[in-house]
């Protein structure tokens, strides 16, 4: 059981769901981990630092962690940073304390992230928690971003800029290598207008120039929602030849380098774009998935 002390092997993975389980069990602090799952019971509650002991105990081991803790309380002991060496897969789930986990951690081997966090409302915009991370991080190869804003989040920027001190999607500069995107709310137009053209900020260089994939849950739009996505695939995946359908991953050429077409576009509980777009859409993406939302239906 999970809660017992006594002498356990030399693990090398752990996964607990939906159960009880000691922070302190000896099972996390074999030094030996690679793979971590906890999935904390909605009615279990974890001090931070309680959490960060966990991770730290396999801090030169561990290659893949996903945490999910419904319910986080504030670190007794104050946290330290701590860098994770050999971490190439993060997953970070459930209350919007987590994210202090976040601001002391270092991940210089990160190719895969999904952060899955309710809303705070006294903390820095999740997209300025992520860019410090990456730059901390030394901006490791990351091919996999998964982002979810909480039901109830304060959504940062408007189409044509941001209103705040931090330009919203920004962060996306700071990867180059990222082939697949999922957003979950949050408000499309903006991440659009930034995927659409070269960046004059960035040299006239493409954001994400090897994406591939890109999917949106449950996000929402302003005016123009349709409009930028038809811009934003438009810009990215040009009729070649007279075909509009090619899956030949061609790029852009000029001055801007270059970017790869998009090859999976998934639309679900976001936009109604009707048939015409719809098909228009297949025609340019190799794989196309839309789910209007239910009040569209």
């Known amino acids: 059981m999970p809660n017992q002390d006594s002498e356990v092997p030399s693990l090398e993975s752990v996964t607990i769901a939906n159960m009880p389980f000691k922070w302190s069990s000896s099972m996390f602090s074999t030094s030996t981990l690679k793979e971590l799952s906890l999935r904390a019971l909605p009615s279990s509650t974890i001090h931070l630092d309680r959490i960060q002991h966990i991770l730290t105990s396999n801090a030169e081991t561990l290659t893949s962690v996903s945490l999910f803790f419904p319910a986080a309380q504030a670190p007794i002991l104050p946290l330290n940073p701590f860098t994770l060496p050999s971490l190439t897969s993060f997953s970070l789930s459930g209350h919007h304390l987590l994210v202090s986990l976040i601001d002391h951690l ?3 081997a990160l190719t895969s992230l999904a952060l899955r966090l309710e809303a705070g409302r006294h903390h820095e915009p999740l997209e300025e928690t992520l860019s410090n991370l990456l730059t901390r991080s030394g901006r490791p190869t990351v091919t996999s971003l998964n982002i ?10 408007t189409p044509g800029g941001g209103n705040g001190p931090f330009a919203p999607w920004s962060f996306l500069a ?9 957003v979950t709310h949050t408000t499309i137009e903006p991440l ?9 900020e960035l040299n006239n260089t493409w954001l ?3 994406l591939t994939s890109l ?5 929402h739009q302003h005016n123009e929602g349709i409009l930028k996505l038809v811009g934003m695939v438009d810009a990215r995946n040009p009729a070649v030849d007279g075909q509009s359908t090619t899956g ?6 000029g001055s801007a380098g270059g970017v790869k077409r998009i090859r999976n576009l998934e639309v679900r509980n976001t936009i109604s774009v009707g048939m015409d777009v719809l098909e228009w859409l297949k025609s340019r993406v190799e794989n196309v998935v839309v789910v ?6």
């Open 106 to 108: 270092t991940l210089p």
């Open 148 to 157: 979810t804003h909480g039901p109830t989040a304060i959504f940062y920027g």
């Open 174 to 182: 700071e990867l180059p290598t990222l082939t697949h995107l999922t």
């Open 192 to 200: 659009f207008e930034l995927l659409t053209s070269p960046d004059e």
């Open 208 to 210: 994400c120039p090897e």
């Open 215 to 219: 999917t949106l849950i449950s996000c």
């Open 248 to 253: 030949l991953g061609l790029g852009l050429g």
């Open 292 to 297: 209007e939302p239910p009040c569209d239906k």
